[in-house]
């Protein structure tokens, strides 16, 4: 079965609506006024963790050091996640040496998994 979700707010859709019933929002206008990484980075949020992962992965391959915050911002967001949190890792290993990959890193040295807080302390060469 196949599921729809606005890409706004993520409300789950019945179909694959012209409007969302939630925020009324155009699925095809949104996905216009939005670039690939502006819609990847609020693919962080989607409540699908396949869809989360797809996304981080994406991001990392992408070497974008705009990335970073949002990336460092999904691990916290889910501190349970420790899985997902080292993929965020590894996908901020990818990105290019910037002010917003370091401060990435020192996000997630404040991370509740002794692991994810050792990968971010090995990105920093520490």
Do not use: T
């Amino acid at each position: 079965m196949i599921r729809f979700f606005c890409p706004a707010c993520f409300a789950r859709l019945a179909s694959a609506v012209v409007g969302c019933p939630a925020c009324g929002c155009d699925p095809a206008a949104w996905s216009r006024r939005h670039s690939y990484r502006e819609r990847l980075i609020h693919g962080l949020s989607h409540p699908i963790r396949e869809v989360q992962m797809a996304a981080v992965i994406s991001l990392g391959n992408r070497r974008d050091p705009a990335a970073a915050l949002p990336l460092a911002r999904c691990a916290l967001e889910h501190p349970s996640d420790i899985v997902l949190a080292l993929e965020i890792v590894a996908a901020l290993r990818k990105l290019r040496r910037s002010p917003e990959k370091e401060a990435a890193a020192v996000l997630l040295d404040g991370h509740p998994a002794l692991a994810v807080r050792e990968a971010s302390a090995a990105l920093r060469g520490r």
